[in-house]
């Protein structure tokens, strides 16, 4: 899916260490998202940037921190992980009222 | 805050038979419906969205109904396949109409 890029795929981290997860976009979308995926909790968001200079909280940003460096990338920062966090993050990507599109995710464990 | 209930939260169906999945929504202004197939290990991707003005949509074995009045909206598949066995996930946007608020997904499994 080369329209949303989300780097790394995989990390393991031990509590208290700090990450930066990144999104990239080719698609020139105005919105991005952070939501975390974890079993029978469907998906829950974030953080979500409605436009470049933009950020807002979602529905669960405690821990977490986000920068919409320009209108391509999005970041996700943890600054101190907990093995709450351990999760699936997918990154998506949006227009208006059009559809959304998600990344590949990144599967976050912490130890 | 805006909530969107999904139900079943599981589904076993057996092969050539149709799938039915149901969402209701709170926030009567939205008008933006999408399901999204998540095959494991995969990301979520898009099948079909609906939009308020219609109250039904069709792709091939695919399609959503939308009840505005109900609020509520479900997703039916006709003809099941093995290929079909995945997580299904509702959404409907949240107040602010930047974000999308999520059903916390049904697991169809179809069995040949």
């Known amino acids: 899916n080369a329209g949303v890029t989300q780097t790394p795929k995989f990390q393991v981290l031990k509590t208290g260490q700090s990450m930066t997860l990144q999104c990239a976009q080719d698609?020139?979308?105005?919105?991005m998202y952070w939501y975390r995926q974890d079993p029978g909790m469907g998906l829950r968001l974030i953080y979500y940037s409605a436009s470049e200079g933009t950020t807002d909280k979602g529905e669960v940003p405690n821990g977490y921190n986000v920068s919409r460096l320009n209108k391509r990338e999005f970041s996700l920062r943890l600054e101190s992980a907990a093995p709450s966090q351990t999760s699936v993050y997918f990154c998506?990507?949006?227009?208006?009222?059009?559809?959304?599109?998600f990344g590949d995710g990144t599967r976050l464990s912490i130890l | 805050g805006e909530n969107v209930e999904q139900h079943p939260s599981t589904l076993s169906v057996q092969e050539g038979d149709s799938a039915v999945i149901k969402c209701t929504y709170s926030d009567s202004a939205s008008n933006y419906f999408p399901w999204y197939k998540q095959e494991l290990g995969k990301r979520p991707q898009l099948i079909i969205d609906i939009r308020s003005n219609v109250g039904e949509k069709k792709d091939q074995r695919i399609a959503v109904t939308l009840n505005k009045t109900a609020k509520h909206f479900s997703l039916h598949i006709t003809e099941t396949q093995p290929e079909d066995s995945a997580v299904y996930f509702c959404a409907a946007p949240q107040h602010s109409g930047y974000a999308l608020n999520f059903g916390k997904g049904t697991s169809l499994l179809v069995t040949p």
């Open positions: 698609m020139n979308h105005n919105s």
């Open positions: 998506a990507i949006r227009t208006g009222n059009q559809p959304q599109h």
